[in-house]
């Protein structure tokens, strides 16, 4: 993909925990700071078109948070979240972005859009802090259960976006309960058996840093770190949440000036540990850029996933990715 | 039960991370700090009974680490974690103390020893830190894959645990991606409508709080959160890892007074969140005090799961234990 002289980004204002209203005035605020060949297109209900100078796609139906995805996504089509995608796969856009139910983005978003070259499902992958470089974690809540050949997919795009962000031979870890090669289910088992066939074959674009406990993540070894989405989502949160404790631990204890700046930097890190919020989840394996901004999104968390659409759009990452993906046998 | 009049621990020093010689000489060191009416009984290899003058039981195998759990218990009878676990059915002791292989500490415990009323499978709790009281928190690593049913009796073991430490009508809470009650896997949601219907039921000893996210678990609302053993693992080891990258942080960007009572404030909080290695694990479920302390425990760390096991024996927890789940209905 060239550099577009127009970069089109499609805004999902509905469904999500916050108004409408308050997103959309995150969108209407955040345009005019937007390079101009940037075009946010605000999709949503069609009472809402009056309060934005924004392109408005219409669409009359909303999925709610607590719709059954499946089932939303078959009944409501004219739906600001599969009019997006549709949109998106019919090129009218150039990245989509969402704040509302995740199962039904991921579903949709399977069955509207093509997949990447040997990938089967969707997942949702966040970039997190670690004592040394970043990790990609995947899949942070698309898939609940996994098989082994989810797991390595999962690992082959980890790697694939690693690379796109100039890490040469990036190391990819397995979420574990403990280091040995015989922990855990009979899938990380299996995951564990091929990635290290894979990572030894002539031309392996990733190596394989084998089972990675929770707790050693964050030592910023590997470069990817792969499990199921619902083992994902309890590390993404549950580090969260453990940011929350220790500043809240801090403020009821210390009130001096080094526990001013502490603050200040523990704050920073715990929001780059919201990732899934702030910029937002990208979700990959298929062909389109679609970032997944949690549901109770504020109007900065939004924008900030707007802004990631907006970086990945412009610098072609797609096409990078498929590059990585197709290429990565010699 | 009664308080008895010796309390007796074994101590299995044998095939855990730690050498046999390190954890032998802690319980050395432990001894004549205890009560005179507590006996450790350390359990190893032959060779190792001259360099101690405690109690001594030879047993001439040994499980390693890396043993397949079940064909080890099979195999190796003869082993300190069978002997030990085998004095303890036999009320040749109080309670039992290990570092050893998970697998088959859980494997053998269930075999050898009875189940509490209506409880199928051990699990494995520890007692975490929050903003408010401490949770328990189970399974933490005795059972990767959970049915409904075992979800369902992890709670009442939660909750009478909780009640034996004296909390009045304790409330659970189940570990999920979300608070919708439609969340998760088929297994969570089972549980969740069970425990619903289960805690609305005239003289329910529990409340039931709804599904917690991994973010929510350390603002303290619940007492017991159940997990899956895989979930429950991540979610303890990735809450450790995360206090040593915070750790870390204020290591390396502050250096005054202030900085110097955090760091002391976050590494007793850290070491409570090592629960599971300090002062260990309690394998519940089985009608016997078992803690299984982390493979690489310190000398401090199994000392400390000395001590608490020495606590359980004497408060009779067993049977305060037995005693709520059996008067669990009216």
Redesign the interface.
Known sequence: MQRRPEIRVGIDIMGSDSSPELLLQAANALAPTLPSSVKLVAIGHPRLQPTTRLPYQSASETIE??D?PLSAIRRKKDSSLCVGLRMLREKELDAFVSAGNTGALVSYAKMSLSMLPGIMRPALLALL???KKPVAVLDV?AN??CKSGHLIQFAQIGAAYQLARGIKTPSVGL?N?GS?A?K??SELRGAYHELSRLSQERGAFFSFAGNI???????GNVDVLVTD???G??????????????L???NE??S????L??RG??QD?QRH?HYAEYPGALLCGVKGIVIKCHGYSSPEAFSSGICEAVRLADEGFIQILQDKLVKKKP
Chains 1, 2 share one sequence.
Do not use: C, W, Y
Request: proline letters at 2%.
């Open positions: 948070m607590d059954s802090p670690t004592k809540g609940l259960q979420l309960i040995e015989l855990g289910t406990e929770g707790k050693s993540v964050f030592d989405g619902f083992s989502n309890v590390f993404l949160k549950t580090a969260e949440g453990l940011a929350n404790l220790i809240d631990r801090i204890n210390f001096g000036e080094e526990a700046h502490m930097h523990l890190l540990l």
